[in-house]
């Protein structure tokens, strides 16, 4: 069982930047996927950015050119850096892991709330 902590939510203007960070109790490496997922109230949960072991990224349409995912398996931690943030991505942002037995996300962290006001 693979444990997440993410942090480096909080408040932020529009246009300005976060960096969330998410530690993982085990070697990141051991997942074959690792993603960013985020919840806004009233609406259901999407997939923010995904990297895999084979290198690749993914990005939903809205935050392409100005958020970025990195995984540093020295250090089990995954970041999303933000820029140019807008209000609607104000949300609870989570951590997920994805082992290589299942093509479901199924280790989550508890979630770090980002809001951006205008």
């Known amino acids: 069982q693979v444990q997440l902590v993410e942090s480096g939510g909080g408040s932020v203007q529009a246009g300005g930047s976060l960096r969330l960070s998410c530690a993982a109790s085990?070697?990141?490496?051991?997942?074959?996927?690792m993603g960013w997922f985020r919840r806004a109230p009233g609406k259901e949960r999407e997939a923010v950015a995904t990297?895999?072991?084979?290198?690749?990224?993914t990005y939903t349409d809205s935050v392409k050119g100005r958020f970025a995912i990195s995984q540093d398996n020295a250090k089990n931690t995954l970041t999303l850096h933000m820029n140019s943030l807008k209000p609607e991505d104000t949300a609870l942002y989570y951590c997920?892991?994805?082992?290589?037995?299942?093509?479901?996300?199924?280790?989550w962290g508890t979630g770090t709330q980002v809001t951006v006001s205008s």
């Open positions: 085990e070697d990141l490496s051991s997942q074959y996927c």
């Open positions: 997920a892991a994805r082992p290589a037995w299942t093509a479901a996300f199924v280790y």
């Open positions: 990297i895999c072991r084979d290198g690749s990224t």
